[in-house]
């Protein structure tokens, strides 16, 4: 009796919701980290999703169980794959914590997918972090003739100190506003404390770009404190019940493939050549048809940022565009779901006829 | 420390064994659910190195051998030595406290690939090596004339390295002692 209970149990368990059947799941080891990509949706079809999640250190976790998602994934393949240092990844060298490698990881996995799946075609999809990285990926005309078209969602493809500032100075106009009240004590310690990490820690030089964001802080880095105080002044969400409810939060804990535990250790990874650097001056070198979306109240990947990026790319004007989501912050895929996969879809049927 | 515990684990029973089956020895079996719900099971060894004169407590050393599986996350294989306290009620209910240190090494649980020469090819899964260190507090009770003890236990691990950290870790488990 007592076997069979343990049994059950057992086989309960190990049933995770995130894995369908007909879903495919292998690892690319190189440097000494094991990154997992995870297959899921209608890759039958050859059209599939290379998803760039963001971070640097966070997860697929957050995405897949969205509606908006899993509507994708019923028209398209979806290939998530776990950066170096993120997420359920194995394995970790510091030294290995550049934008160059992990271009190269990308590298390697549209290789390793272009073995397993021999007629896919593949759209390359970057959200924040992954919006820097897949852009650094496709600047290289070699690499961006492997994909078919590019998707940002949100992307820190600008992440000059000028455009971090926009941020710090919306989170201190913000604690000035919470402080010109009447807060209680612990509301004002708070953000008194968000002005001093400004004023004494927080280092971002927007005419040489010299930064200490990678610098550890509190145990994390500098970056997080700052994305900490963004998130604190509301300024990554709409609605952040919207982005990641109870229910998913223990789906993704207790059930999941992924390791949201290792996630809120890790992420932000303090990845070289990432903070400081701006991008878009070298956008006209991709030609790729493209879609850009962003949500209007995004503070920590400011929406001023993508009109830019739009504007220097190298694509025919009818073959990119910038969509806004009114009522969205960091996640439209997660505020603004419906509209999130009909912009898509409308994308990918002009980029998959 | 250690000459402390030699020293009690030398010294005889305070009283004969009585005719429950009490031995100073036991094996154990129980489901091991690494993070509460991925699925595993543990094989254990207990001595009774040190008991009391009506055998109510006791310093008990011993180690599990075990698994788990992490669906689409990792495969891992223990091997946890452990020290640890043992008190019973005169009804049988059993409390214990344990202190663990031992070896954790995690396997990929899918096929592996490299790129070499621009060229994807199969690649060997040695997985990765780590330590556990942790405690676990459980309950059981204790049938003196079949010499079993149901149990569950809770624990709290620190796994190193995590990537390059220290990561906490829950486990639960849930099996029966027997006696030997």
């Known amino acids: ?353 | 420390m250690l000459a402390f515990i030699t020293a009690l684990a030398l010294s005889p029973p305070a009283e004969p064994a009585p005719a429950a089956r009490e031995g100073r020895h036991s094996v154990e079996l129980s489901y091991f659910g690494y993070q509460l719900t991925r699925p595993g099971g543990l094989l254990g060894y207990s001595w009774r190195a040190v008991e009391s004169r009506r055998r109510r407590h006791a310093l008990v050393l011993g180690a599990d051998v075990g698994g788990f599986v992490w669906r689409h996350n990792s495969v891992g294989l223990l091997a946890l030595p452990r020290v640890g306290w043992r008190g019973r009620h005169r009804s049988g209910l059993q409390g214990e406290a344990n202190f663990h240190l031992g070896y954790q090494h995690t396997f990929l649980p899918s096929a592996n690939y490299e790129v070499v020469g621009g060229v994807a090819m199969k690649a060997a899964n040695s997985g990765y090596p780590g330590m556990l260190f942790g405690g676990t507090i459980g309950i059981g009770w204790f049938f003196p004339r079949v010499g079993l003890t149901p149990f569950a236990r809770v624990g709290a691990y620190g796994q190193f390295p995590v990537f390059d950290q220290l990561l906490a870790r829950l486990s639960l488990s849930v099996g029966i002692e027997v006696r030997i």
């Open chain 1, 1 to 353: 009796m007592m076997t069979r209970a343990l049994l059950a149990l057992a086989l309960f368990a190990s049933c995770s919701p995130d894995f369908q059947d007909g879903d495919e799941h292998f690892y690319i080891t190189d440097k000494g980290a094991s990154m997992p990509v995870w297959v899921t949706g209608n890759w039958r079809s050859n059209k599939i999703i290379v998803h760039v999640h963001g971070g640097p250190g966070t997860t697929n976790g957050i995405y897949y169980q969205k509606d908006s998602y899993q509507r994708l994934a019923d028209d398209y393949g979806i290939a998530f794959y776990e950066q170096r240092g993120s997420g359920s990844a194995h394995g970790l060298r510091r030294e290995h914590l550049t934008v160059e490698q992990f271009v190269a990881d990308l590298d390697d996995l549209l290789t390793v997918l272009a073995a397993r799946y021999p007629e896919a075609e593949f759209v390359l999809m970057g959200h924040s972090w992954g919006g820097h990285l897949g852009y650094a990926y496709l600047l290289d005309p070699v690499r961006q003739a492997r994909v078919k078209g590019w998707i940002e969602q949100d992307g820190a493809h600008d992440s000059s100190c000028r455009t971090w500032q926009l941020g710090v100075d919306w989170v201190l106009a913000h604690a000035a506003e919470v402080l010109a009240g009447a807060p209680s004590r612990k509301t004002r310690r708070f953000w008194e404390g968000a002005q001093a990490f400004y004023r004494d820690v927080w280092e971002c030089d927007v005419a040489t770009n010299e930064n200490n964001m990678n610098a550890p802080y509190e145990g994390s880095t500098v970056h997080l404190g700052h994305s900490l105080y963004v998130r604190a002044a509301g300024g990554y969400d709409v609605d952040p019940e919207r982005v990641l409810d109870t229910a998913e939060t223990l789906e993704l804990l207790f059930e999941s493939q992924f390791d949201l535990v290792a996630v809120t250790k890790h992420a932000p990874l303090p990845v070289e050549g990432y903070y400081g650097v701006d991008l878009t001056p070298r956008f006209g070198a991709i030609t790729l048809p493209t879609l850009i979306l962003w949500g209007r109240h995004d503070r920590i990947t400011p929406v001023v940022t993508a009109q830019p990026a739009l504007d220097a790319l190298g694509t025919p004007a009818d073959r990119k565009r910038l969509v806004i989501f009114e009522d969205s912050g960091h996640n439209p895929w997660a505020e603004e779901e419906d509209k999130f996969y009909e912009e898509v879809s409308r994308f990918l049927v002009e980029v998959w006829p």
